[in-house]
């Protein structure tokens, strides 16, 4: 096959515009919120924090929302607030069971506990944990298991809180992909022990940096506000405020990892559109879908068993080189590059980078469902403002670069 190279004839070839494959969906409403806040003379955490954290206690239905500077501090106080970490005599620490298929965050924070992350292998059509793997994993060690919603995809949620139950182990969704989606009509947040959603620009909402948890107990959310901030027993909008007292006492060595009144600000109308910014993102995912279903050189991402909405953080593809004259997914990367478009690499399998081979073994051959999809995936431009025109362009993009017939839409004859 022929890779026809772009040239400045091709139509929808605009060299000066990069499209890269997410931007924050920034309005005027969130810019205005933050301008307010910068100049209200209170812009570390206080009352914008305490707003978000109400909001998102409605949004999700959930009984207890803590925000938090990133979604990767949110993980590790999870398993701070459920005592997990090293707990031993030094040669055994606590286990907690995760995906490989996820960003190194997830596995990270288990580390920085002092606990052993123990992988279990991906499921063929979602890509999430393989729930049917997780029973043979669980060690007398074993205290909690670390799901991550793949792209949006729910896991399993019935079967792994099944297994949780019967085995005495906590749950830490990575929902970090996966805020505004749901699992049998139930919102992810709206039930379980606790979510961590992430705030970072390419997620689905921002606080610019930031991250949130829905907690469903009250003593877990109480030792995550302590830890959250110094380990000191109380917020320091209490402290400050002119009825606040100032005595405060340090119950535990904690960490600093709470959210901004201006990352609250940005948030706090990030979340009233969240829901509208996920309808858009759905009318995208429609148009890649119809343009590609009949194409073997791509698998596109593929629904679960169970009845969800996918929120869809990211458009996550496979290129399947046997179909598509051994082509590999770096070579589509860069031919896309050079048409100017911008992909995403969600996620190289996180067993394979070199710290986690040299302190824990791993090695090519572990998780071999994980290995292949870390390969071949790669991630198309899908945000929600997006417009037709620059979806075209990936449309158009790909045909070229598969030889399939230009679309009607983005013929020269429609220009
Ligand atoms: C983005 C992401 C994180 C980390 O989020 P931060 O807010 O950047 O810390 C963790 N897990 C997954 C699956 C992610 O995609």
Known sequence: MSHAAPNKNTPFFKEEDFLPFTIPCVDEDVINSAIDCLKSGWIATGPRVQKFETDLCEYLACPHAIAVNSAT?????????????ANGDGKKTDEVITTPMTFVSTVNSIIHAGATPVFVDVEPNTYNMDISKIEAAITPHTKAIMPVHFTGMSVDLDLLYEIARKHNLRVIEDAAHAIGSSYKGRKIGSFGDI?????????????????????????????????????????????????????????????????SDLQAAIGIPQLQKLDAMNVQ?????????????SWDEITLPQDATYENFNAFHIYAILINPEKADGMT???????????????????????????????????????????????????????????????????????????????????SESR
């Open 73 to 85: 501090s949110g993980l590790h106080l999870a398993l701070l607030a459920c005592g997990i970490g």
């Open 195 to 259: 979510q961590v959603y992430s705030f970072h620009p390419c997620k689905n909402m921002t606080t610019a940096e930031g991250g949130a948890l829905s907690v469903h107990d009250a003593e877990t959310a109480k030792k995550m506000r302590i830890q959250r901030f110094h380990g000191i027993a109380k917020d320091a909008w209490d402290r400050y405020s002119k009825d606040g007292n100032q005595q405060i006492d340090v119950i535990t060595p904690g960490h600093k990892y709470n959210m």
């Open 329 to 411: 997914r770096d070579t589509l990367m860069a031919e896309l590059k050079n048409y100017n478009i911008g992909t995403g690499l969600h996620y190289p399998a996180v067993h394979l980078f070199d710290y986690y081979k040299k302190t824990y073994g791993f090695k090519r051959g572990d998780f071999p469902r994980a290995e292949t999809i870390s390969d071949r995936i790669l991630s198309l431009p899908l945000f929600p403002q997006m417009t037709e025109e620059q979806q075209d362009r990936v449309i158009s993009a790909l045909s070229r670069i598969f030889n399939k017939p230009q679309p009607s839409c983005t013929s």
């Open 281 to 293: 993102r759905q009318k995208h995912v429609a148009r890649y879908k119809k343009a590609f279903e």
